[in-house]
């Protein structure tokens, strides 16, 4: 006996529904129709998984460029220095979670050249140090930042802003900042007393994120000091060996921290960033979760039809014993398994498409002969791709639900059948 045989009558009337002959011209269109609806179940599916393991790339991707010049946790002192970051930094080390820690000081201001003028967060760091904590020495054209050097007044400054202030290494540009504890002068409120010096572009540097190429430079901390009349680091930078225990360890240094100084982590520092992706990605997903329930609740018309044609094998069903809950189990399953089917189809499809983004696209690209994405216009060129199982198991479980849903009615109206009535004109 098989195991189809062994199975209760409700499934094996359900199965064999699903199936459908094909003796009658009718029994086709009703299996067309069912082919339908597995394909639009199948379809919406697969969209789904793409699209969100694509906007995962993107997100991953960005994060990992981000990553790549911010730290992990940062550190900084409400007094606005750190004169004994150096008891700070063992006192970080000692987390198991933390793996290096470098000192800093930042000076906003503006970088002249010409009759151009840029706005610019002058970073100082010290070049071993900073090495260990982010990405930026391997960033740049020299792969080091061995030029920064105490007094040297060389800076290293983003891709993008070199281009917008035309300079390359060896060219001068005159940094504008303001004066340590300026204030309006007398008689001219409003203003603000700065200062000028004069840096020589050392290197230049790409983190593929314009928002930094755009508006960072680097320069050795003793000049960011200098710079900012201060004798020491405003706060230490921290690398983690995983991103994303940052906040739980930023908890854990502020728990053994004195009140004045400030720990915030990189979610913090990119919050608005990263809530508007993630409202993004839960829109995309109601969006195309309304594409899985049209050809869901394509079923709803489906299992009408079927349950019209089989009015005659319901009534005999009745008369032979079957209680209107099995009736009405014997059409949610075979609405059910529908649901599974197309689910599974596109669940095997979208998986496949996610996991060759890489080839699909580009052979997409030269077919048509154009570029998604332009490399001067996203600094991304190709299309990135990161697949999440927990996604894929929210989808499908989405998409069997929603057929579970579809089911109801139509296996409600066949269970209120009666017999006698269905008999009459057979």
């Not at 603000?192 to 960072?216: E, I, P």
């Not at 409202?279 to 050809?295: D, E, G, N, Y």
């Not at 008369?319 to 609405?335: D, H, K, N, W, Y």
């Amino acid at each position: 006996m098989s195991i189809l045989h062994r199975l209760p009558y409700e499934w094996q009337i359900g199965l064999r529904y699903t199936r459908a002959g094909k003796r009658a011209s009718r029994n086709r269109f009703l299996s067309f129709i069912s082919l339908i609806s597995v394909a639009g179940i199948a379809l919406g599916v697969a969209a789904l998984v793409v699209v969100l393991s694509v906007m995962n790339g993107f997100e991953k991707e960005v994060t990992a460029r981000m990553l790549s010049v911010l730290a992990h946790v940062e550190v900084m002192s409400a007094d606005g220095a750190m004169p004994e970051w150096r008891a700070i930094e063992a006192q970080a080390l000692r987390n198991p979670e933390v793996r290096a820690a470098a000192p800093f000081a930042e000076v906003q201001g503006m970088l002249l050249r010409d009759d151009t003028m840029k706005p610019v967060v002058i970073r100082g760091v010290l070049p071993q140090a900073e090495a260990a904590v982010s990405d930026i020495a391997k960033q740049t054209r020299a792969g080091s930042l061995a030029a920064l050097t105490p007094g040297s007044d060389k800076l290293v400054l983003g891709s993008e802003l070199a281009r917008a202030l035309d300079v390359k290494a060896g060219d001068k540009v005159r940094l504008l900042v303001a004066a340590p504890g300026a204030v309006g002068q007398p008689g001219q409120p409003g203003q603000v007393a700065t200062r000028q010096r004069v840096f020589t572009v050392a290197d230049v540097f790409d983190s593929g994120n314009y928002q930094f190429d755009s508006a960072l430079a680097f320069v050795h901390i003793d000049d960011a000091e200098a710079l900012q009349g201060l004798s020491a680091p405003v706060g230490l930078r921290l690398r983690l060996a995983d991103m994303y225990a940052a906040p739980r360890v930023a908890v854990q240094l502020a728990g053994g921290l004195e009140e004045r100084f400030l720990v915030r982590d990189w979610t913090r520092v990119n919050s608005t960033w990263f809530a508007a992706v993630q409202s993004q990605k839960r829109m995309m997903f109601v969006i195309l979760t309304m594409i899985i329930a049209v050809a869901a609740f394509n079923l709803v018309s489906t299992l009408v039809m079927t349950v019209r044609d089989k009015q005659a094998d319901i009534a005999i069903l009745r008369t032979l014993g079957a209680s209107p809950r099995s009736v009405m189990r014997i059409f949610m399953i075979q609405g059910t398994l529908v649901g599974v089917l197309g689910t599974l189809l596109g669940v095997g499809l979208g998986v496949l498409v996610a996991l060759n983004v890489d080839v699909i696209v580009p052979a997409i690209e030269h077919a048509l002969g154009v570029q998604f994405l332009a490399k001067d216009i996203y600094f991304i060129s190709e299309v990135p791709s990161d697949l999440r199982w927990p996604d894929v198991g929210r989808i499908g479980g989405v998409a069997v639900l929603l057929a579970f849903v579809a089911t109801l009615y139509p296996s409600w109206s066949a269970a209120r059948l009666q017999p006698a009535e269905a008999l009459r004109y057979e």
